[in-house]
DNA sequence: TTGTAAGCGTTATCAA
DNA sequence: TTGATAACGCTTACAA
């Protein structure tokens, strides 16, 4: 019921060996050979069966894709990045959420992909999270994204940079009692949301300001969690003028508690976060921009550099972009 | 290298028929020998090898999600049901986008799917799309998502009633001198686009108004795309009351060209748009919304359905899910 | 440059 | 219930 590299073979009055080595174009084969298999083979409509190639040959010519939301704009952006490399290299893409570790029906990642990749990216997985470790663990060519471990391909902003040159910019405009909005308090290490606390902190303490503990107000990483933090910053009888989102998304949670309160971003509270979320631009919102699809493009291509050198490339070096700060409506000089 | 079936076979003194029964849950086993042979399978670390499986079965375990964008949040939002339905499963998911036709390294998906997949998703493609056709034409399960075609099983919602759902609230306040901003003047059939086009034409027909040609505005499908849209109707010297957007993407370009020329969404001019996006709730933005996550799962479903029956199902009827209208800020009664 | 043939690691048929 | 064994369709030494 479906052409084999016999049939090909014997049409052409060759071996399969030969029309294995002319139509992966595998050097020495005669140029007239490599054609009239090639025209044969597309005559039959003959597709190789990828399962008998990759148990034949041991390589799998697929990469996974392991990122604990797929919907969310900086995941799905990511991997728009990554298929559009995989998808020149001729590379399968497999899709792997890992969410919430008790969702229905859900298996934990590194059991799934051995035997069945050639390598992994991994999305913004905390470099804590014992299932990223069990993921390196399996020996293959891995690259992280959005986070960086030692010995492990990583591809990254500064996400302290980033916080500070986010602080900075409020810190320039004569701000002074800064508050800032994050996902939770006691952050992982080496985690974007970390460093980017960490970037908060370092400006405020070289501008010699104090961080009011009332003012760091956290709750999730998300619009919902922005916009709860951004409440329990409004609700202190002493407010801040400038609030440091640590994303975008919950910057955009931030404006509409400030809207909720009859106040607008950026003439009475200055908003500023960090990501370059596509509707920070609709929003007005000042942020410091991530390249986020070259982010993904780049770590698909370490990735499959590794896999052809055959080898776990502790080697590479962990590579990091740059970021670029929008300067738009949701921030002002303070008003003196 | 790797721990074979032999070597567990050998370990557990059976033979590697045995073993392959008993991993995978077959009946006529004997339950002592499953326990062992899973016990010893288990203490060895032994992975099956896919490309072996398939090689031998005829199965791939894999199904292939086909997608124009991947970083949209429609795409991105149906994908995310697929995942979590097709992860329960034990099933791959193959991502493949089919973007821009002269893309870098592009290729047609078709071929791409042949003896590497079960069966096939498809989203939001134009059922007019050669592509298309050339997938269905394979001839295995297949399930298409947010389009229609004759023959194929479907999940989408009803286009022509969300749209007149939207167009009906804006005639409900009042509203007669009534804009429409979408994609494109020529859209293909069976599309939302069109349907979408079809139902704003017929309620505002029924309800006995007038579309003034100059306030039918056409752009891209993007935010961009709506928000040209916008400012060509906003040019007009007579202006519009209200504006059906085909997406609410199109609506967020609308509001922004709004705010642009000094106007308020609601207060000035009243705006309805179709999704449901997941910023439409901070954007204040009145829309009808799909249950987009559950076209994802249900198309999963079907298609799992497909597949474990062997058949390519045409007898399965397409299935439309209700859409909801959520009434915000940016639409009011038209003042008198 | 081409052919021969031995794997690759399962599954499935048929006997036992 | 279990075991032999022949596929499955390709790749890759090795030989010619």
Redesign the interface.
């Given at each position: 019921m479906?052409i084999t590299i016999r049939d090909v073979a014997q049409a052409a009055g060759v071996s399969t060996a030969t029309v294995s080595r002319a139509l992966r174009g595998l050097p020495n084969v005669d140029e007239q050979t490599r054609l009239r298999v090639q025209r044969i083979a597309r005559e039959l409509d003959y597709?190789?069966?990828?399962?008998?190639s990759?148990?034949a040959s041991g390589r799998?010519g697929?990469v996974a894709?392991i990122t604990p939301?797929?919907?969310?704009?900086f995941?799905?952006?990511v991997?728009?990045g990554i298929?559009?490399v995989l998808?020149?290299?001729?590379m399968?893409?497999?899709?792997?959420?890992v969410s919430n570790p008790d969702?229905?029906?859900?298996?934990p990642p590194a059991?799934r992909l051995?035997?069945?990749v050639d390598g992994v990216l991994v999305i913004a997985v905390p470099s804590s999270d014992p299932e990223l470790r069990d993921v390196v663990d399996l020996g293959m060519p891995t690259s992280l994204i959005g986070v960086s471990m030692e010995g492990v391909p990583s591809v990254t902003i500064d996400d302290v940079l980033a916080a500070r040159i986010a602080t900075q910019h409020l810190v320039n405009l004569g701000h002074r009692r800064i508050g800032i909005i994050g996902g939770s308090a006691m952050t992982a290490p080496f985690t974007a949301e970390h460093d980017r606390q960490r970037g908060f902190l370092d400006v405020m303490s070289e501008a010699g300001l104090e961080v009011d503990p009332v003012l760091e107000s956290y709750g999730h990483f998300t619009?919902a969690g922005g916009e709860q933090a951004m409440t329990a910053l409004l609700t202190q009888r002493n407010r801040p003028t400038a609030v440091f989102a640590m994303s975008d998304e919950m910057a955009?949670?931030a404006?509409?508690a400030l809207r909720s309160h009859g106040l607008v971003a950026g003439s009475d509270i200055s908003l500023v976060g960090v990501d370059g979320h596509?509707?920070s631009e609709?929003?007005d919102l000042t942020t410091v921009a991530q390249p986020v699809v070259d982010l993904g493009r780049i770590a698909a291509e370490t990735l499959l550099a590794q896999i052809s050198a055959g080898a776990v490339a502790a080697s590479i070096a962990p590579c990091q972009l740059p970021t670029r700060l929008f300067v738009r409506g949701s921030t002002a000089a303070l008003a003196r």
């Open positions: 479906g597709v190789i069966s990828p399962s008998a990759r148990l799998t697929s894709v939301h797929i919907a969310r704009w995941f799905s952006t991997i728009s298929e559009s998808q020149s290299a001729g399968d893409l497999l899709l792997m959420s969702a229905q029906g859900r298996q059991p051995r035997r069945r619009v955009f949670g404006m509409r596509d509707m609709l929003l």
